[in-house]
């Protein structure tokens, strides 16, 4: 699993970027008054898909891990 830290490491900041990039874009909207149901719910679908994709890289990366006892 430590082997793993540096992919995970890129993964995160991947994902903090791209929601940083949402949440602007959300505020940016409401700011300019041009925020309506449509643009939420497309900046959601885009955060949401973001997290499914990072769990599923997750899953991917240490699903098959074997558990070494003593952990």
């Known amino acids: 699993m430590q082997g793993e830290f540096g992919r995970v490491a890129r993964?995160?900041?991947q994902m903090h970027k791209?929601?940083?990039q949402i949440s602007?874009?959300?505020a940016d909207e409401?700011?300019?008054g041009t925020l309506t149901l449509a643009s939420?719910?497309?900046l959601t679908e885009m955060a949401a898909r973001a997290m499914v994709l990072d769990v599923t890289d997750w899953r991917?990366?240490?699903r098959?891990?074997?558990l070494n006892?003593?952990?």
């Open 11 to 13: 993964r995160a900041r």
């Open 18 to 20: 791209q929601l940083d």
């Open 24 to 26: 602007q874009a959300l």
């Open 30 to 32: 409401e700011e300019n």
């Open 40 to 42: 939420v719910s497309r």
């Open 60 to 62: 991917f990366v240490f």
């Open 64 to 66: 098959d891990k074997p």
């Open 69 to 71: 006892l003593p952990a």
